[in-house]
């Protein structure tokens, strides 16, 4: 999914003759706490609430508030992580968005941004979530897609993460099952450590129940 493919069709720019409290009152209308400035489909750079409020810029021109800007921005053929990325390291609220020659075509909001990647990470997917922990010489993505697929079942999404402190990864994914029975059986088998497991609650129960009948009856034997 493309930066291009993001973009809002409500939120406007601002212009250079605008002045910081009209910002203010767009900003509140759309909630979001930065604007683009725009002067002749060229981006200027973008102004923060917080900037205006501290500086008690309310009644200076845009056009007087340049130095005030930042100017972050994707271009359009850029790839929805690198807009995430973007926004997580500079808590932005929106993003402007440029084509190839650097001309202003408009910005991604946060609460855009937040569902398409929902979509794309298949959130609203019905399905179940594992997370298990591995050392990263052990981790095999073929592998782990073919205990899934081994047990009737397709990885929807699929995420790898790293704690600071941990030299262990973290894989989570999600699958198009909401019983994963089958699934952790195979995965505790091939000796993976399985953090945590999210399901149908009546379903892990049962996944529960029948374990504990099994070692009862081991257990009388």
């Known amino acids: 999914m493309l930066a291009s493919e993001l973009i809002s069709d409500v939120i406007p720019s601002l212009r250079l003759t605008d002045n910081g409290q009209k910002a203010l009152n767009w900003m509140e209308i759309f909630r979001i706490s930065h604007l683009p400035v725009v002067d002749n489909h060229i981006y200027t750079g973008l102004i923060a609430d917080k900037t205006i409020y501290d500086l008690n810029l309310n009644e200076e021109l845009m056009e007087n508030c340049r130095d005030h800007m930042l100017t972050p921005h994707v271009h359009a053929n850029q790839h929805i992580y690198e807009v995430v990325s973007l926004v997580?390291?500079?808590?932005?609220?929106?993003?402007p968005v440029l084509d190839s020659d650097h001309q202003y075509m408009g910005v991604i909001t946060v609460n855009d941004l937040?569902?398409?990647f929902a979509d794309l990470v298949a959130v609203k997917e019905p399905g179940g979530v594992l997370v298990l922990d591995l050392n990263p010489y052990d981790y095999s993505l073929s592998e782990i897609a073919r205990i899934v697929e081994g047990n009737d079942a397709k990885i929807l999404s699929f995420y790898v993460s790293k704690a600071h402190n941990s030299q262990q990864?973290?894989?989570?994914?999600k699958v198009n099952q909401m019983d994963l029975s089958g699934?952790?059986?195979?995965?505790?088998?091939?000796?993976y450590s399985i953090r945590s497991v999210f399901m149908d609650e009546s379903v892990l129960k049962h996944m529960y129940d029948d374990r504990f009948?099994?070692?009862?009856k081991y257990l009388n034997i």
């Open 213 to 216: 009948e099994m070692l009862m």
């Open 183 to 191: 699934i952790i059986q195979t995965f505790v088998r091939y000796n």
């Open 169 to 173: 990864i973290t894989v989570t994914l």
């Open 88 to 95: 997580s390291e500079l808590k932005l609220s929106v993003v």
């Open 114 to 116: 937040a569902q398409k």
